[in-house]
T-cell receptor
Framework: DAKTTQPNSMESNEEEPVHLPCNHS???????IHWYRQLPSQGPEYVIH???SNVNNRMASLAIAEDRKSSTLILHRATLRDAAVYYC???????????FGEGTQLTVNP | GAGVSQSPRYKVAKRGQDVALRCDPI?????LFWYQQALGQGPEFLTY????????KSGLPSDRFFAERPEGSVSTLKIQRTQQEDSAVYLC???????????FGPGTRLTVT
């Protein structure tokens, strides 16, 4: 699986938007970009995924660069409950095992 | 409906003991995964089942680790002769099918003393 690079940590204020970046310069044409998050003392939770086009769901938006070498997870209004480690993961069509990396620790300030 | 459940939630074992960790996936989910998460790190893949067939066990760290899913639903991860380096959170996840989003259980925290 291709490697992703994320900042170790980010901070945000409550009620403000958060943009979490992910670089994946070696992505292949069939790799899907998945985002999971892990709240303290819980198992990871699926957030969103996409291939080429931007995606929206009730939790977040995913903006994918035109060359697909980077993507950004957007939380439109951060809440305290969004404080978690966010993982950007590439999954090819040949497998669905998740390779998590270290992720980005998001801190949300009240 | 009910999510993925795991038991026990916490397990303390003395070095050399055998342990068995249970995972109840979401009903109807074909795929089941086990991951190991050391303190401060992201989860790492251990093994994958499609129904009762173990299709990938490349992540199991040693032959002391064994997983089964005999009837294609509940799965058990067994660790024989536990060592201190086995201390971690063991996460189970299930999905409807291959490549679908995975739903995780709360994990079992194993401490080997």
């Amino acid at each position: 699986d291709a490697k992703t690079t994320q900042p170790n940590s980010m901070e945000s204020n409550e009620e403000e938007p958060v943009h979490l970046p992910c670089n994946h310069s070696t992505i292949s044409g069939t790799d899907y970009i998945h985002w999971y998050r892990q709240l303290p003392s819980q198992g990871p939770e699926y957030v969103i995924h996409g291939l080429t086009s931007n995606v929206n769901n009730r939790m977040a938006s995913l903006a994918i660069a035109e060359d697909r070498k980077s993507s950004t997870l957007i939380l439109h209004r951060a809440t305290l409950r969004d404080a978690a480690v966010y993982y950007c993961i590439l999954i090819g069509t040949s497998g669905s095992r998740l390779t998590f990396g270290e992720g980005t620790q998001l801190t949300v300030n009240p | 409906g009910a999510g993925v459940s795991q038991s026990p939630r916490y397990k303390v074992a003395k070095r050399g003991q055998d342990v068995a960790l249970r995972c109840d996936p979401i009903s109807g989910h074909v795929s089941l995964f086990w991951y190991q998460q050391a303190l401060g790190q992201g989860p790492e893949f251990l093994t994958y089942f499609q129904n009762e067939a173990q299709l990938d066990k490349s992540g199991l760290p040693s032959d002391r680790f064994f997983a089964e899913r005999p009837e294609g639903s509940v799965s058990t991860l067994k660790i024989q002769r536990t060592q201190q380096e086995d201390s971690a959170v063991y996460l189970c996840a299930s999905s409807l099918a291959f490549s679908y989003e995975q739903y995780f259980g709360p994990g079992t925290r194993l401490t080997v003393t």
